[in-house]
């Protein structure tokens, strides 16, 4: 391993000037790049992850100067780029070095945008989408001739995600116009380091990546906070919490409280103001903001403005805000390596424990936040799952590439299946691709819009005519929004966006929380949202798609819980009475069993299962199930999911439950009910978008959404009717099986039912069945004021569901 005297002058002073010597792992990402090595960094927060990724590209700078774009540097989230630019440029100027260091995203001008392909920085900070616009101009070969190491941060947040993929295939392009280029890639938390580095390798040949392993930080101090009454029986967000929090804050430098939802983020900060005798400065962060309140945001809490700031996932991931010392995550953390990731945020130095604070929104709940702290002791990661790569991805690739220069169709397949994604790709496959790329597929082939490319005599393939390229390069990108409306004062401020969907539901003189303010609607006008400020009582926007997924590990630990009494004694007494009250009136689910129970309750006849499975798989299987009794002729009337149950209520008794669990139902109501429902049009929107069938933006205008959604519907009903083989009718069908319904999970659920179901036929509602059975409730309530009828329900179920039992002094 390099000694760090062995470092040039400049940085090896610079470290002096600090205190600082370079850590072992530092060392050892220059001594992978000396080798001509690419390399997997794994290490905790705060361990200088990223002037780990750095090091080796600011030496070469140093010792042999500057030859144009030296290094890349890619990262999932706009924010964290010119985060780092800012942490990076401190040394950089601090060393006096002559490295220009400059961001590209979506957000920077278009002017500069132009002049860094013609004057490029030393090093570049940006995303996949803008990376793979640059790779598609007919100068980024010259732009990248030069280009010495790529460097992907967070790299577990995007790499088995469609713009893992899209990245996938940008550095199968760049490894062509720099063979020496090495790719370096970072993170702390991942679960199989080795899947990673078989992504960064581009043809799985793990070896020919360095795995460089950091040193152990201080353990996280972790905590659960109970609430000074008991742990609610339903909800999920923790809202009652919210003095106990304020108190907290009020306690720390700078805290920062993660919500699961954007929704849940306008509700906790409306909240914690609501408790802010102190006028403490607190702000508000999330993706549906308008980008000039985030950067104000942002840079108040680089500046140590704020006390605390409520933010979502638009944070999660390596901002580095120093004088954080405390997070606290509100409602469950679904995933060990999530809650990591924003534990992470506290602190930011290896020698001093981050310090976090959950706060479990009801009993189920609690076990969740409870199992995440047990893995985060043990050091458990969540599962990472990579698939194939997307078909609409390569789609996009493939035209980005026609657009940079004609290609032969040979040539480009050699390349793409040097990305691994698409390593195993069939002839097959990839000539239906450049097929559709090239006419839109055979349905559509008639029309002049849809011929993109044409292949010539030669047998190379070029772009048919320029207004394709300007099409492609309006259009292209990975991140298919709902469509939405810009929220926007009379004066012309905006504040940010909410969906289409929610808009609808409003008229004129409804009032919502948004951007930290209650607002009125005053009403529409084509893609924008008047409103006013005011006083008045509000209800919160909701964003499709923001539900986060438990994971399979907390769901395996909860499960444990439940059956083993031992650990009992480690909850609260209201949680641990809550579980022997089950115990009294019916079962506990056994890890290796599927309970389901059966029990009538005011004229219906309520099936409840537990399948631990998430709120997507649920909410499939429930679509399901209720299509299933109406063929049994029982007579449905509705479902209700959570994370851990699915209830379902009809009006006839339910004498078999395992008939509505055969495997089958993945082959018969689940294609017709995919088929039939939204799920699959809204999946074919997205991928048509991505695949460049239909364009979200025209020179000098752009589409709404309800427009984009108008021209993928006709589409999808012409390819239904006339091409139902089409490329994008099975990339959207591979979407609304993987990530819209959770098949997979929900296919575990049914072979669990086929062979280990227990089924508990019960007189009256138990116990463990009430925080799903109130969520009935809560779909019928709108707005926030609903809490205190909630609560009275919830109570009656409770009396119901423990009556006639008395309990044991101590646990079994």
Known sequence: MRDADALPAALTDWFASKGWRPRRHQLAMLDAARAGRSALLVAPTGAGKTLAGFLPSLVELIEEGSSGLHTLYVSPLKALAVDVQRNLLAPVEEMGLDVRVETRTGDTPSDRKARQRVKP?????????????????????????????????????????????????????LQRLAPAMTRVALSATVASPDLYRGWLSGDGEIDRVALVEGEAGADPDISILLPEGRVPWTGHSGRYAAAQVMAEIARHRTTIIFCNTRSLAELIFQDLWAVNEAHLAVGIHHGSLDIAARRKVEQAMADGKLRALVATASLDLGVDWGDVDLVVQMGAPKGSSRLLQRIGRANHRLDEASKALLVPGNRFEYLEAQAALDAVEAGERDPDIFRPGALDVLAQHVMAMASAAPFRRDDLLAEVREAAPYATLSDEV???????????????????????????????????????????????????????????????????????????????????????????????????????????????????GSRMPLSTNLADRVRTFLFDRSQWRRFPDDVSEWLQYQELRSIL????????????????HYVVIYGFEGWNAHQSLGMLVTKRMEAQGLQPIGFVSSDYALAAFCLKPIPDPASLLSRDLLEDEFVEWVQSSALLKRAFREVAVIGGLVERQHPGKRKTGRQVSFSTDLIYDVLRRY????????????????????????????????????????????????????????????TSSGDDALLVEAEAL?????????????PK
């Not at 689910?589 to 219906?604: A, K, Q, S, Y």
């Not at 049914?750 to 138990?766: F, K, P, W, Y």
């Open 430 to 544: 990839f000539d239906r691709v450049l097929g559709f790329v090239a006419t839109g597929g055979y349905a559509l082939r008639a029309y002049d819009q849809y011929k993109r490319l044409t292949e010539g005599p030669d047998g190379v393939w070029r772009v048919t005519k320029p207004g394709f390229v300007t099409q492609f390069r309006l259009n292209a990108g990975i991140i298919v929004e709902a469509a939405m409306l810009t929220v926007r004062f009379r004066n012309g401020r905006s504040l940010g966006r909410v969906e289409e969907g929610f808009a609808a539901q409003l008229s004129a003189g409804d009032t919502f929380f948004f951007s930290g303010l209650s607002l009125e609607v005053e009403g529409v006008k084509g893609e924008d949202l008047f409103v006013r400020a005011t006083s008045r009582p509000a209800r919160i926007p909701t964003y499709g």
């Open 121 to 173: 920085p030393d090093m570049l900070l940006t995303t996949p989408e803008s990376l793979s616009l640059l790779i598609s101009y007919p100068d980024s070969a010259a732009l990248f001739a030069n280009l010495r190491r790529i460097v992907i941060d967070e790299v577990h947040a995007f790499a088995p995600t469609k713009r893992g993929d899209l990245l996938a295939l940008a550095m199968a392009r």
């Open 723 to 782: 091409e139902p083989e089409h490329l994008l009718l099975r990339a959207a069908w591979d979407d609304a099986r993987a990530r819209m319904t959770d098949v997979g999970r929900l296919a575990n659920l049914l072979d669990t039912a086929q062979a280990r179901i227990v089924h508990v036929a019960l007189d009256r509602v138990s116990p463990l069945a009430v925080p799903v059975l109130v969520l009935i409730g809560r779909e019928r309530i709108a």
């Open 589 to 604: 689910p056994e890890p290796d069993r599927l309970l389901v129970e059966t029990f009538p309750r005011e004229g219906r």
């Open 798 to 810: 409770v009396a119901e569901a423990t009556a006639g039992m008395t309990l044991p002094l101590t």
